[in-house]
């Protein structure tokens, strides 16, 4: 039996697996920025129950946070500072799949690496926020 496939499924495990408990240490250390007020939040913690009801537009609207990618201008204040690990969680499949890329062409399965290809380009379509679709 053809031990190669198991190999790439294991590669690709260990390479998620590293990248989420990173992803969900830098989580934890960006909840303790914002818990300690290291940094100065936009809306203290005191009062996020105010708000924690409102659609994601009328939040945004009443506290004048940022939409889209703006939230990077906003890394100085603690509370937007935790978008970052979350956004680097959220990207861990995108960072598994590009490192299968050279192991796919280096083994002479040109179709999966174009595959993973296809599937990142669109993942990356989708995070960019260029198509517009959905509520949000």
Same mark, same amino acid.
Request: net charge positive.
């Given at each position: 039996?053809d031990?190669?496939?198991l190999?790439?499924?294991? +590669?690709y @495990?260990?390479?998620?697996?590293?990248?989420a &408990?990173? #992803? +969900?240490l830098?989580?934890s $250390?960006? *909840?303790?920025?914002?818990?300690?007020?290291?940094l100065?939040p936009?809306?203290?913690?005191?009062?996020l129950?105010?708000?924690? =009801?409102l659609?994601a537009?009328?939040?945004?609207l009443?506290? #004048?946070?940022p939409g #889209?990618? @703006?939230w +990077? =201008?906003e890394?100085?204040?603690?509370? +937007?500072?935790?978008?970052?690990?979350?956004?680097? $969680?959220?990207a861990?499949t995108i960072?598994?799949?590009m490192t299968?890329?050279?192991?796919?062409f &280096?083994?002479?399965e040109?179709? $999966? #690496?174009? *595959?993973?290809?296809?599937?990142v380009?669109?993942?990356l379509?989708?995070?960019s926020g260029?198509?517009?679709? =959905?509520?949000h």
């Amino acid at each position: 039996m053809d031990r190669e496939p198991l190999t790439i499924q294991y +590669f690709y @495990a260990k390479v998620l697996d590293r990248a989420a &408990r990173l #992803g +969900f240490l830098l989580v934890s $250390l960006g *909840l303790a920025v914002y818990l300690t007020r290291l940094l100065p939040p936009i809306i203290p913690l005191e009062d996020l129950p105010c708000y924690w =009801g409102l659609p994601a537009p009328r939040y945004r609207l009443a506290l #004048g946070v940022p939409g #889209g990618w @703006a939230w +990077f =201008g906003e890394l100085h204040h603690g509370d +937007f500072l935790i978008y970052l690990p979350l956004t680097f $969680l959220a990207a861990v499949t995108i960072l598994s799949y590009m490192t299968l890329l050279p192991r796919f062409f &280096r083994n002479r399965e040109p179709l $999966l #690496g174009v *595959l993973a290809l296809f599937q990142v380009a669109v993942l990356l379509l989708a995070a960019s926020g260029i198509l517009l679709m =959905g509520g949000h």
